[in-house]
């Protein structure tokens, strides 16, 4: 009878992957970042556990939505208190901060609780080609 095998915290061994958000779809490119995250191109990925690696992206200025989600796309925060109901539309959250756009998209794509936001951690997103981890050795990841 094979065993399970589940890994530990000090099995896990993390490396950089630095994705180019140039003229890439949004959602294709969250699944992407979400997918190395959570650590399921890995062979010994464990659900309970955050075994994924580190993404990078760069480009955030760049990247690409189809049909009309331009100007029909809202992100909305309650504040809790009466009128606190802010809408923002994506082509407006785009020019402010475009790096917040993908960095919603990747979270709603990981779990929920410690878990998730201990992967959120991991993702570092900038809108333009320039970042401080050039010293962390990126691995290329080629959407398929």
């Known amino acids: 009878m094979q065993k399970t095998y589940l890994a530990k915290k000090t099995d896990i061994k993390r490396a950089w992957y630095i994705l180019d958000a140039r003229d890439k ?19 010994q990925f464990t659900p309970s556990v ?3 690696d580190n993404v990078l992206i760069v480009n955030a200025a760049s990247v690409r939505v ?4 331009l100007t029909q796309k ?3 925060r309650f504040s809790g208190y009466p009128g606190g109901l802010r809408e923002v539309y994506l082509g407006e959250m785009l020019k402010k ?3 917040e756009v993908i960095t919603l998209a990747v979270r709603r ?7 998730g936001r201990d992967m959120l951690k991991k993702l570092k997103v900038y809108a333009q080609d320039k970042h401080p981890h050039s010293n962390a050795k990126p691995i290329s990841w080629e959407m398929k």
């Not at 794509?109 to 878990?115: E, F, N, S, T, V």
């Open 25 to 43: 779809i949004l959602g294709r490119l969250a699944v992407q970042a979400a997918k190395i995250l959570r650590g399921k191109h890995k062979p």
């Open 50 to 52: 955050d075994c994924g």
């Open 66 to 69: 189809t049909g009309r989600k």
């Open 109 to 115: 794509m990981l779990p929920g609780g410690p878990l």
């Open 74 to 76: 809202v992100y909305r």
């Open 97 to 99: 901060n475009p790096a």
